[in-house]
């Protein structure tokens, strides 16, 4: 940091601001909050005056920097946006007007997001755990470096330059998660395009089990060690998370398992929260199952346990299920419904032809995806750094 950076304190350049407005019954407000973290100031919901506790509240302008008492320990300060500009805050959430012959509302925006001034906030932070609050008085006697008004402009424009840039490759990071997507959905429907041939037959969910083993409405007691519990969530993306902190002791799995126990090459569907996952017991591991999971065991010489995960989860017949699915919120489905729909059954061989080539395009999917998951922590590291060169004197 240069000599043209001087110390002042907070007090000087922040005016508190005391527009406290009478709320008419029949108005509506825009009642905003700020968000953790650093993620600004956003709008909270719309309300009529007669639906608001308090008669009065404090109206924002646009510039004004607001945060929460509670929270700004916690990175939720914000500058308001023209767009929020006369919405309504509690007074859990005090406004301070920017002396600008001080301070740019546009530079202080980007400084509140970094971590020396949330540092600045928990330090003037007090209180019992579950009670601490920002003490105005200490916050408003804290000292930040401050440039002069021309290198403030001259902050801001190059990090604005450089958030555009950042934004710019998320934006084809995004891109690139949606084609990466596009092209396991094509994957899929190619892998099933054959299904109207001779060779294929249509066969329903019952007629490809040996059996249909449903946990629906079993509920075991859970505890943080033993064999572990899997619900509908822990099957995602054709595989079974067997990340979990639900276990159940062993005399628990001998009472609730008794419609059946997992084997391998079983697959298991989710009926519910999320409706339609499938994946495949790899191992003789033993878990315990949850309601709104189903377990379906292969017809041996007709249908393949891998293939029948596959075909559960294949464009076509997932929109059968979501056609035959009920409730609005959460779609479930029951067994009952499930077992009439029909699948695409292809000879044994073809099953094994494309379990191996949608698992191939997974393979490639994954490692695509991965890229992007590293790319995104680098991105998200960026900006970080960004701020912590500017607010040094180093960009």
């Known amino acids: ?32 909050t700020v968000r953790l973290w650093g993620k600004g100031v956003v709008l909270r919901g719309m309300s009529r005056g007669a639906e608001i506790a308090a008669g009065r509240r404090l109206a924002v302008r646009e510039g004004q920097l607001i ?14 946006p023209a767009s929020l500009a006369g919405a309504i805050v509690s007074n859990d959430f005090p406004a301070f007007n920017v002396e600008r012959s001080l301070a740019l509302p546009e530079f202080l925006g980007w400084f509140i997001k970094t971590g020396q001034f949330v ?16 003490q105005e008085e200490k916050f408003l006697m804290m000292e930040v470096p401050l440039p002069p008004l021309d290198e403030q402009r001259r902050v801001v424009s190059r990090i604005e330059e450089l958030a555009a840039k950042v934004e710019e490759t998320r934006r084809l990071r995004r891109e690139a998660i949606e084609e990466t997507n596009a092209v396991l959905m094509s994957g899929w429907r190619r892998a099933f395009a ?3 041939a001779d060779s294929w037959r249509r066969l329903s969910v019952e007629e490809c089990c040996e059996a249909m083993i449903d946990y629906r409405g079993r509920t075991p007691p859970v505890t943080d060690a033993g064999i572990p519990h899997l619900t509908s969530r822990n099957i995602k993306g054709g595989r079974i998370d067997w990340n979990t902190d639900r276990f159940v002791t062993e005399d628990t799995y001998e009472k609730y398992m008794t419609r059946g126990i997992p084997e391998p090459g079983d697959v298991i569907f989710t009926m519910e929260a999320p409706l339609g ?26 249908v393949d346990g891998e293939f029948l ?12 299920i979501y056609a035959k699915a009920m409730g609005t919120t959460v779609k479930g489905i029951a067994s009952k419904r499930l077992k ?25 999917v994954d490692s695509l995806k991965k890229l992007q998951s590293e ?20 960009l």
């Not at 540092?119 to 920002?134: D, H, I, P, W």
């Open 375 to 394: 790319t995104a922590a680098e991105l998200d590291a960026l900006m970080p750094s960004i701020l912590s060169k500017a607010f040094g004197g180093e």
């Open 1 to 32: 940091m240069n000599g043209t950076w001087h110390p002042i304190k907070l007090g000087q350049a922040l005016h508190k601001s005391d527009d406290w407005i009478t709320l008419e019954p029949d108005r509506e407000y825009k009642e905003v």
């Open 340 to 364: 009439h729909i029909p699948l695409p059954i292809p000879p044994i061989a073809e099953q094994r032809r494309i379990v191996d080539y949608l698992g191939d395009l997974q393979a490639k």
């Open 194 to 196: 054959a299904s109207g």
């Open 277 to 302: 996952e499938a994946a495949v017991v790899p191992d003789d591991r033993r878990f315990s199952l949850a309601q709104r999971t189903l377990l379906l065991r292969a017809k041996q010489g007709t």
């Open 119 to 134: 540092e600045l906030c928990k330090r003037a932070s007090e209180g019992t755990t579950n009670r601490v609050r920002l």
């Open 309 to 320: 995960s596959k075909a559960l989860m294949s464009p076509q017949v997932r929109e059968s």
């Open 67 to 80: 945060l929460s008492r509670i929270d700004a320990r916690n990175g939720a300060l914000g500058v308001v």
